[in-house]
């Protein structure tokens, strides 16, 4: 909006004034008041409401009137639609998370969010006991939510920032002992034992495992290629994909009815085994094989990056065992379990002041230094 013939302001005949503007589309809008420049009441002028209009075009964080009372929920009914062509175990996660910013923010105009009401909020949910994980996702989500309000003219600001964001927290993996593991193998029903091996000695996540066909394992070469997920959807990302070799051992133990199913964990009926039937397994038996509380089965992945770790492989192949998309996923989860770095730290600079020292003193003794 440029120039005078896009905003203008003009005293009517009953002696009050028509302040008008058009938008960017080229509709106009009007207001009618009392006063074109009222000192004692300036909200109330003419001037007033132009200058503000025309100071948020200037600024970019104009909104067309017409969309400036849009609720958070109608909007989050609004971002669903759009969002649901993604697959569907990222949309049900979407709709979650959805329901509990609705559930704080529903009925507020979409302009009305502050910041202070966002971090108001993300310290409740934490008062509350919800996990620094879940709390940093739904902030996360928020986030997204409004940023896209943002892009679509419906919003002029985000107000959710790193300022506002709780964090993620770095609470430490628990690493199961290989007796754990075993024992956790023993109690599942029989049929939930090759999860575990695929778990603990392979690293495949929990989707992965369900999604996994007798014709994606090569036992005679031991190579794992997870290909689909629960319950026959592609991986997310080439990364995902990455084969993993596994050792005669494990393939042994993985070849036993292999070759009489369709995939290598289902239900003796012949089904797919889906993935809430596995985590309720787990969670039934960890305790009797001494796991902690909110030990899950796709905890497994940090006892298969434990063994590669110990075992003295660089952060290069841990991270491409792993799958993880960078190196860095994988040093913020397990730079605890790379060994010696404190030592390592003491001897490399301890060994440079030992080198000084002893040529200093052969230099006093009129010796040659090394």
């Known amino acids: 909006m440029t120039g005078s013939a896009m905003a203008s302001i003009q005293r009517r005949e009953n002696g009050r004034w028509r302040a008008r503007y058009r938008d960017d589309a080229g509709k106009e809008h009007a207001r009618h008041f009392t006063y074109k420049n009222n000192p004692r009441h300036p909200d109330d002028s003419a001037q007033h409401w132009l200058d503000k209009v025309t100071s ?8 067309d009137p017409r969309t400036a009372k849009t609720t958070v929920g109608q ?3 609004t971002w669903l639609e759009g969002y649901a062509t993604r697959r ?15 559930e704080a923010f529903g009925p507020m105009p979409l302009q009305t969010v502050r910041p202070s009401h966002v971090k108001a909020w993300t310290a409740r949910l934490k008062a509350e006991g919800a996990a620094d994980s879940y ?49 956790l193998h023993d109690v599942v029903p029989e049929h939930l034992r090759a999860a575990v091996l695929l778990g603990a000695f392979a690293g495949l996540r929990t989707a992965e495992v369900c999604g996994l066909r007798v014709a994606d394992v090569d036992l005679m070469r031991g190579v794992v290629s997870p290909t689909v997920q629960w319950p026959a959807e592609p991986l997310k990302t080439e990364t995902s994909r990455t084969p993993v070799p596994i050792p005669n051992e494990l393939a042994l133990l993985l070849a036993e009815g292999a070759d009489e199913r369709a995939w290598m964990v289902e239900q003796p009926t012949g089904e797919q085994v889906p993935p809430w039937q596995i985590d309720r397994a787990v969670r039934a038996v960890r305790e009797a094989v001494g796991l902690p509380e909110g030990f899950r089965f796709h905890d497994l992945r940090h006892h298969y990056a434990s063994l590669l770790i110990e075992a003295g492989l660089s952060v290069k192949v841990v991270q491409e065992r792993l799958r993880h998309a960078s190196a860095k996923t994988t040093l913020d989860t397990y730079s605890h379990l790379f060994p010696g770095t404190e030592e390592a730290t003491r001897s490399a600079i301890g060994a440079a002041i030992t080198e000084h020292v002893a040529s200093v003193q052969a230099t006093s003794r009129g010796l040659p230094a090394d």
């Not at 948020?56 to 909104?63: A, I, K, L, P, S």
């Open 56 to 63: 948020t075009v200037v600024t970019g964080t104009y909104v």
């Open 75 to 77: 909007w989050c009914a």
């Open 135 to 183: 709390v940093y996702a739904l902030h996360g989500r928020l986030s997204q939510i409004l940023g896209d309000a943002v892009h679509d003219g419906v919003l002029p600001r985000n107000p959710c920032s790193r300022r506002t964001s709780p964090g993620a927290g770095k609470q430490r993996p628990y690493v199961a002992t290989p007796a754990q593991v075993w024992a």
């Open 88 to 102: 569907p175990s990222t949309v049900r996660q979407a709709r979650v998370h959805v329901a509990k910013i609705v």
